[in-house]
T-cell receptor, first 115, second 115 residues
Framework: DQQVKQNSPSLSVQEGRISILNCDYTNSMFDYFLWYKKYPAEGPTFLISISSIKDKNEDGRFTVFLNKSAKHLSLHIVPSQPGDSAVYFCAAMPQAGSGTYKYIFGTGTRLKVLA | NAGVTQTPKFRVLKTGQSMTLLCAQDMNHEYMYWYRQDPGMGLRLIHYSVGEGTTAKGEVPDGYNVSRLKKQNFLLGLESAAPSQTSVYFC??????????????FGDGTRLSIL
């Protein structure tokens, strides 16, 4: 039962264009979402997050959008750069007080930015 | 600033052998986690700890044991390794009590092969 889904295993984008990575979730009790970026042979590194009380959070070239009614979030990278080529994981955190201190991770999307 | 350090980085075991993976963090984090990552799957939580001397089961705890004798260290043990435990193992840590805006910090992983 995959509660957090990244349906696109890979994505290729031209340098300078927008990259859009998508993530769907099934549990409405998630109320905090994060995106992690992972390079080969390294651990995931935190990229950007969003609380369920917001619908958008922006940090430089990275913007995360949350559509609670659709249970969908997306990461936009504008403009895309070759150094953005990595695997991107979305993760969801259950509500505080739920007794669950863990993230639920998606399966990842491999982004390749073409020079 | 070392962050989260995992040792060893690579290991090959024979079925039935035992070993311990070490995770050390220097950020004074209360929470620590062990994940495994397998092809086509997201990061799955094995065990976690909410403080020194405490441990709890995650999603896939069978075949693993953990210990958190010191705040900065979280050990993952395989008592009798099985081929199904071939995976990349990631350790992570995060601050205590700050449920939001608490990204986990990951180590670079241990690639473990069981023959």
């Amino acid at each position: 039962d995959q509660q957090v889904k990244q349906n696109s295993p890979s994505l290729s984008v031209q340098e300078g264009r927008i990259s859009i990575l998508n993530c769907d979730y099934t549990n409405s009790m998630f109320d905090y979402f994060l995106w992690y970026k992972k390079y080969p042979a390294e651990g995931p590194t935190f990229l950007i997050s969003i609380s369920s009380i917001k619908d958008k959070n922006e940090d430089g070239r990275f913007t995360v959008f949350l559509n609670k009614s659709a249970k969908h979030l997306s990461l936009h990278i504008v403009p895309s750069q070759p150094g953005d080529s990595a695997v991107y994981f979305c993760a969801a955190m259950p509500q505080a007080g739920s007794g669950t201190y863990k993230y639920i991770f998606g399966t990842g999307t491999r982004l390749k930015v073409l020079a | 600033n070392a962050g989260v350090t995992q040792t060893p980085k690579f290991r090959v075991l024979k079925t039935g052998q035992s070993m311990t993976l070490l995770c050390a963090q220097d950020m004074n984090h209360e929470y620590m986690y062990w994940y495994r990552q397998d092809p086509g799957m997201g990061l799955r939580l094995i065990h976690y700890s909410v403080g020194e001397g405490t441990t709890a089961k995650g999603e896939v705890p069978d075949g693993y044991n953990v210990s958190r004798l010191k705040k900065q260290n979280f050990l993952l043990g395989l008592e009798s390794a099985a081929p199904s435990q071939t995976s990349v193992y990631f350790c992570a840590s995060s601050f205590r009590g700050l449920f939001y805006n608490q990204p986990q910090h990951f180590g670079d992983g241990t690639r473990l092969s069981i023959l």
